[in-house]
C-alpha cells in the first residue's frame, strides 16, 4: 500500500523568507515522487518529481525538493518565497514496485506568502 | 496552460438530475483521469482510461461511470445527483499508464447541486 501525509494544513512565510513545505510517505518498495501546485480556481500543475538518481531535485519557478529516503520524507523549499507562490500544494507518491499505477495524493497544504 | 481542456466550466443543477463531464486530453496522451475535489474530502481519484479501455479504479460511485472514446476524449457521467456531489472534478492525463509518467490537469469542472 502507499500513502503520503502532509502534516501541516498551513504554512505562513513572509516574502524573501525561505519556505519549507513537508511531506512523508509510505510505500512497501521505492517511491516515485512529486509535487504540484493549484493556484485559485485553477487545475494542478506540476512542479517537479523525483524518480531515480540525484535526491535533490530542481523544478518550476525556483521550487526544489529533497528525496530523504532514511525519513521517508520529500519536502519542497525554495530559498526565497515570492508572494505569488501563495497557493496549495499537494504532495503524491507511487510505489515503483506497486501494483496500482495511480498515485496518492496528499490532503495538500496552503502556503500562505505575507508582503 | 496544460493542454488539457474540460467543459463545462460552471454547472449547476437539482438533485436527482444526470449531468455529464466532458474531458480532452493532451495530444498524444493515452491516459485519462479523472478527480473529484472537495473541502472535507481532498483530491479523490475515481477512475483511469487507458487507450479506450478501463485501467484503474478508486473511490467512484456506481451513480457515476465514465467512458474514453476512440478520438481519447473522455466523459464522467453522474447521476441521481445528490447535494454532497458537488464539488470540483478533474481530468488530468499522461502519455502512458502512469507510474513515474507526470500527469497533466485540466482547469476543471465546478459542479453545484442545488
Same mark, same amino acid.
Given at each position: ?20 513545505? !513537508?511531506?512523508?510517505?509510505? $510505500? /512497501?518498495?521505492?517511491?516515485?515522487? #512529486?509535487?504540484? @501546485?493549484?493556484?485559485?480556481?485553477? =487545475? ?33 523549499? !525554495?530559498?526565497?518565497?515570492? $508572494? /505569488?507562490?501563495?497557493?496549495?500544494? #499537494?504532495?503524491? @507518491?507511487?510505489?515503483?514496485?506497486? =501494483? ?16 | ?114
Amino acid at each position: 500500500a502507499q500513502s503520503v501525509a502532509q502534516p501541516e494544513d498551513q504554512v505562513n512565510v513572509a516574502e524573501g523568507n525561505p519556505l519549507t513545505v !513537508k511531506c512523508t510517505y509510505s $510505500v /512497501s518498495g521505492n517511491p516515485y515522487l #512529486f509535487w504540484y @501546485v493549484q493556484y485559485p480556481n485553477r =487545475g494542478l500543475q506540476f512542479l517537479l518529481k523525483y524518480i531515480t538518481g540525484d535526491n535533490l531535485v530542481k523544478g518550476s519557478y525556483g521550487f526544489e525538493a529533497e528525496f530523504n529516503k532514511s525519513q521517508t520524507s520529500f519536502h519542497l523549499k !525554495k530559498p526565497s518565497a515570492l $508572494v /505569488s507562490d501563495s497557493a496549495l500544494y #499537494f504532495c503524491a @507518491v507511487r510505489d515503483r514496485y506497486g =501494483g496500482s499505477y495511480i498515485p496518492t495524493f496528499g490532503r495538500g497544504t496552503s502556503l500562505i506568502v505575507h508582503p | 496552460d496544460s493542454g488539457v481542456t474540460q467543459t463545462p466550466k460552471h454547472l449547476i443543477t437539482a438533485t436527482g438530475q444526470r449531468v455529464t463531464l466532458r474531458c480532452s486530453p493532451r495530444s498524444g496522451d493515452l491516459s485519462v483521469y479523472w478527480y473529484q475535489q472537495s473541502l472535507d474530502q481532498g483530491l479523490q481519484f475515481l477512475i483511469q482510461y487507458y487507450n479506450g479501455e478501463e485501467r484503474a479504479k478508486g473511490n467512484i460511485l456506481e451513480r457515476f461511470s465514465a467512458q474514453q472514446f476512440p478520438d481519447l476524449h473522455s466523459e464522467l457521467n453522474l447521476s441521481s445527483l445528490e447535494l454532497g456531489d458537488s464539488a470540483l472534478y478533474f481530468c488530468a492525463s499522461s502519455v502512458d499508464l502512469g507510474g513515474q509518467e507526470t500527469q497533466y490537469f485540466g482547469p476543471g469542472t465546478r459542479l453545484l447541486v442545488l
